[in-house]
């Protein structure tokens, strides 16, 4: 008995002793990430600041022991006093949907957040499967590491530790040995580090160098070897929370042109490359063969090329968007086939979006954005900079409009000008087929204020067969993640892009690399999901309800759909208002996106007076308007004047 007892007290300290002079090796500081979980939701772990503490479990799909210590977790109602926890799954093999399957079959609610490039697992140092880190958030300090379960319940250190924290007071760091735990898959074990000159640097300017380039808009530029091992923490942290290089979209849906983002293998091969040091290696530098942006244009000489107002862009501070009316000086329509858009300084333009339409009576700067409902010629973001329109579809501009754009403009401690010219082409002869760019709005949208999640949505119902090519997602700062679904005429959804960590920062249509062919009567679905809490740092003001508008602390659902039809129509080349402007009100006022509009979803004032003329064109009787006799109800009641649905 005591011979037992002793050896189990000698093991114990042989592991408290490896643990102890494992643990000044041991990282100790909670880098922030971010990671998308099993259910397609962005997390990340510098956004919890306010919360008290933070548990992340080591997770691989061979074993359950994780999946134990999340329903130990979920059992002692901590997350009601505040603390996150979430799964971290370094483990390649396993999907999205085995994850959720594995969790629903042990009715676990926690997120499990798919590390699959392995480098949230391997900056931790979480090498087992159930290994328990606690984050201070405090001071984003791990303060404790070990098995989240001892002789099946809570281990009591874990407890101490978590219980400390809720109390908000100080806690020492602790440390208790992983006993008999599976290991953790090393997906980023590599024996062999890339080369620099061969894999690493053709990769940088493949993926960075547009913007980090001599007068790019990136703030630093990517001229050296030096330049890149100066700056690899940074770009370690940068990739790590997916902020750089800026491709929001998430990669398991879809596939896009222009898709700026780095694989899996990617991810690795840069990191690892900076864990070991950033090493310069043999061969040449190709990056010393970055050259600043020659400010050509990259398809010739435009047939027409229109200059924006000079607009001065200020040292530091944020602007509000600005907008500019520019005529069309020609005096002939025009098919345009493609279109650049040449940024006078391209460190301080964000983005811009090109439209034209009826001209006002103003020319210059304007104060409105509703230049946004009409048709458009093409989104500027850095890295995106021409459209040259499909094949055989064309934007047709009438003489006697104007040339209208929403300019976001960033600053960067220096004053500066920018004059933002656009260069058109245009078609000898006309396409067959008249690209199109319409807008899914929820003019209805209200945010309650202080809630972290809330989601709007509105739908496009395309009235005729047609080939969507890109969809842009816009909200503003309170924007946290956005989605777009087709609901096929047969019910069926299809989710075909998703921005799980939307950044107002970065905004741009999503190019399909297939065009996806929809049939008359889909539904364009465009959801998004708003953060107006404090824990979102971007919000302009927690304490608001929020409905929509223009300025940015304002809000917006504003979804952006380039498509042709499948067959051309006789006036394919203009915005049929009245179209148009069903659409987006059905759109958002058909709540259950049923495709038709009860006299319940119509506001309550209006009701009554509406009563009637709904029954009357209610024709089949079937209880609500369906998009034709909707549309007799916005022409008979004088709906479709624009400036009454903006109001
Ligand atoms: C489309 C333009 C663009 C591309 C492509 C791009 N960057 Fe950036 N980068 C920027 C801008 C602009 C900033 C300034 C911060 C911001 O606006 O988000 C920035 C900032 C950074 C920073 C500094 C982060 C900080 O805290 O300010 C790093 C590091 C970085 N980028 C690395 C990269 C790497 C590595 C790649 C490629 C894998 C890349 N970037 C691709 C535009 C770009």
């Given at each position: 008995?005591?011979?037992?007892?002793?050896?189990?007290?000698?093991?114990?300290?042989?592991?408290?002793?490896?643990?102890?002079?494992?643990?000044?090796?041991?990282?100790?500081?909670?880098?922030?990430?971010?990671?998308?979980?099993?259910?397609?939701?962005?997390?990340?772990?510098?956004?919890?600041?306010?919360?008290?503490?933070?548990?992340?479990?080591?997770?691989?799909?061979?074993?359950?022991?994780?999946?134990?210590?999340?329903?130990?977790?979920?059992?002692?109602?901590?997350?009601?006093?505040?603390?996150?926890?979430?799964?971290?799954?370094?483990?390649?093999?396993?999907?999205?949907?085995?994850?959720?399957?594995?969790?629903?079959?042990?009715?676990?609610?926690?997120?499990?957040?798919?590390?699959?490039?392995?480098?949230?697992?391997?900056?931790?140092?979480?090498?087992?499967?159930?290994?328990?880190?606690?984050?201070?958030?405090?001071?984003?300090?791990?303060?404790?590491?070990?098995?989240?379960?001892?002789?099946?319940?809570?281990?009591?250190?874990?407890?101490?530790?978590?219980?400390?924290?809720?109390?908000?007071?100080?806690?020492?760091?602790?440390?208790?040995?992983?006993?008999?735990?599976?290991?953790?898959?090393?997906?980023?074990?590599?024996?062999?580090?890339?080369?620099?000159?061969?894999?690493?640097?053709?990769l940088l300017v493949e993926k960075c160098a547009d913007c980090h380039r001599p007068g790019g808009i990136g703030p630093w530029a990517m001229t050296s070897h030096a330049m890149i091992q100066g700056f690899s923490p940074m770009i370690r942290e940068t990739i790590?929370?997916?902020?750089?290089?800026?491709?929001?979209?998430?990669?398991?849906?879809?596939?896009?042109?222009?898709?700026?983002?780095?694989?899996?293998?990617?991810?690795?091969?840069?990191?690892?490359?900076?864990?070991?040091?950033?090493?310069?290696?043999?061969?040449?530098?190709?990056?010393?063969?970055?050259?600043?942006?020659?400010?050509?244009?990259?398809?010739?000489?435009?047939?027409?090329?229109?200059?924006?107002?000079?607009?001065?862009?200020?040292?530091?501070?944020?602007?509000?968007?600005?907008?500019?009316?520019?005529?069309?000086?020609?005096?002939?329509?025009?098919?345009?086939?493609?279109?650049?858009?040449?940024?006078?300084?391209?460190?301080?333009?964000?983005?811009?979006?090109?439209?034209?339409?009826?001209?006002?009576?103003?020319?210059?700067?304007?104060?409105?954005?509703?230049?946004?409902?009409?048709?458009?010629?093409?989104?500027?973001?850095?890295?995106?900079?021409?459209?040259?329109?499909?094949?055989?579809?064309?934007?047709?501009?009438?003489?006697?409009?104007?040339?209208?754009?929403?300019?976001?403009?960033?600053?960067?401690?220096?004053?500066?000008?920018?004059?933002?010219?656009?260069?058109?082409?245009?078609?000898?002869?006309?396409?067959?087929?008249?690209?199109?760019?319409?807008?899914?709005?929820?003019?209805?949208?209200?945010?309650?204020?202080?809630?972290?999640?809330?989601?709007?949505?509105?739908?496009?119902?395309?009235?005729?067969?047609?080939?969507?090519?890109?969809?842009?997602?816009?909200?503003?700062?309170?924007?946290?993640?956005?989605?777009?679904?087709?609901?096929?005429?047969?019910?069926?959804?299809?989710?075909?892009?998703?921005?799980?960590?939307?950044?107002?920062?970065?905004?741009?249509?999503?190019?399909?690399?297939?065009?996806?062919?929809?049939?008359?009567?889909?539904?364009?679905?465009?959801?998004?999901?708003?953060?107006?809490?404090?824990?979102?740092?971007?919000?302009?003001?927690?304490?608001?309800?929020?409905?929509?508008?223009?300025?940015?602390?304002?809000?917006?659902?504003?979804?952006?759909?380039?498509?042709?039809?499948?067959?051309?129509?006789?006036?394919?080349?203009?915005?049929?208002?009245?179209?148009?402007?069903?659409?987006?009100?059905?759109?958002?006022?058909?709540?259950?996106?049923?495709?038709?509009?009860?006299?319940?979803?119509?506001?309550?004032?209006?009701?009554?007076?509406?009563?009637?003329?709904?029954?009357?064109?209610?024709?089949?009787?079937?209880?609500?308007?369906?998009?034709?006799?909707?549309?007799?109800?916005?022409?008979?009641?004088?709906?479709?004047?624009?400036?009454s649905i903006m109001d």
């Amino acid at each position: 008995m005591s011979i037992v007892r002793s050896f189990v007290w000698l093991t114990f300290t042989v592991f408290s002793l490896q643990a102890a002079a494992q643990s000044s090796e041991t990282v100790s500081r909670a880098a922030d990430f971010t990671l998308i979980d099993h259910q397609g939701k962005a997390f990340n772990l510098h956004y919890h600041a306010q919360r008290p503490a933070i548990v992340l479990i080591g997770h691989a799909e061979g074993s359950s022991d994780a999946l134990q210590a999340a329903k130990a977790l979920e059992a002692r109602n901590w997350q009601g006093r505040g603390l996150v926890a979430a799964l971290v799954n370094p483990d390649s093999q396993s999907s999205r949907q085995s994850s959720a399957e594995l969790a629903r079959q042990h009715d676990v609610a926690l997120p499990v957040l798919m590390d699959t490039a392995g480098l949230i697992a391997n900056t931790y140092q979480l090498s087992h499967v159930g290994e328990t880190l606690v984050i201070d958030p405090r001071r984003w300090q791990i303060v404790y590491r070990g098995p989240a379960i001892d002789a099946g319940s809570i281990h009591p250190q874990l407890q101490a530790t978590v219980e400390a924290l809720l109390a908000e007071q100080d806690v020492t760091p602790a440390t208790v040995p992983m006993l008999a735990a599976d290991p953790l898959p090393d997906v980023t074990h590599s024996s062999t580090i890339a080369s620099y000159s061969e894999t690493i640097a053709p990769l940088l300017v493949e993926k960075c160098a547009d913007c980090h380039r001599p007068g790019g808009i990136g703030p630093w530029a990517m001229t050296s070897h030096a330049m890149i091992q100066g700056f690899s923490p940074m770009i370690r942290e940068t990739i790590l929370t997916r902020r750089m290089p800026p491709w929001h979209a998430d990669p398991e849906i879809g596939e896009f042109e222009h898709d700026l983002s780095l694989s899996t293998a990617e991810q690795r091969q840069v990191v690892a490359w900076i864990d070991a040091g950033a090493p310069r290696g043999d061969g040449p530098d190709p990056l010393a063969e970055v050259a600043a942006v020659d400010t050509e244009w990259e398809m010739g000489e435009p047939d027409l090329i229109v200059t924006l107002p000079a607009f001065d862009v200020p040292a530091t501070g944020v602007l509000d968007y600005q907008f500019f009316e520019v005529k069309n000086p020609l005096d002939r329509d025009v098919w345009v086939k493609a279109v650049q858009i040449a940024p006078g300084d391209r460190q301080v333009l964000h983005h811009a979006i090109a439209t034209f339409g009826a001209s006002s009576s103003f020319e210059g700067q304007v104060d409105s954005g509703e230049s946004l409902l009409q048709p458009q010629l093409m989104t500027f973001v850095p890295g995106n900079e021409t459209y040259i329109y499909p094949e055989n579809t064309g934007v047709y501009v009438p003489a006697d409009s104007s040339f209208y754009t929403q300019m976001h403009y960033t600053t960067y401690g220096r004053e500066t000008r920018d004059e933002t010219r656009i260069g058109l082409y245009f078609a000898d002869e006309a396409p067959e087929h008249v690209l199109q760019h319409y807008s899914i709005l929820n003019l209805g949208l209200e945010i309650p204020p202080g809630v972290a999640e809330h989601e709007e949505a509105a739908y496009y119902q395309l009235q005729r067969d047609a080939v969507i090519y890109a969809l842009f997602p816009h909200a503003h700062y309170r924007g946290r993640a956005s989605e777009f679904a087709i609901r096929y005429p047969d019910g069926n959804e299809e989710i075909v892009l998703s921005v799980p960590d939307y950044d107002f920062n970065w905004q741009r249509y999503f190019q399909f690399k297939d065009p996806i062919e929809v049939p008359a009567g889909s539904m364009v679905i465009h959801r998004t999901t708003y953060d107006n809490s404090t824990a979102n740092l971007s919000n302009p003001d927690s304490s608001i309800a929020v409905n929509f508008g223009e300025q940015t602390w304002e809000e917006m659902l504003y979804g952006g759909i380039s498509f042709r039809y499948a067959e051309p129509g006789e006036n394919d080349f203009e915005i049929n208002v009245e179209d148009y402007l069903t659409a987006v009100v059905m759109g958002y006022m058909d709540k259950e996106m049923k495709g038709q509009i009860a006299l319940s979803d119509m506001p309550e004032s209006s009701r009554q007076s509406l009563a009637l003329p709904f029954t009357i064109l209610d024709r089949d009787k079937s209880g609500g308007l369906d998009f034709d006799e909707f549309r007799q109800l916005m022409i008979q009641t004088n709906m479709t004047n624009e400036r009454s649905i903006m109001d």
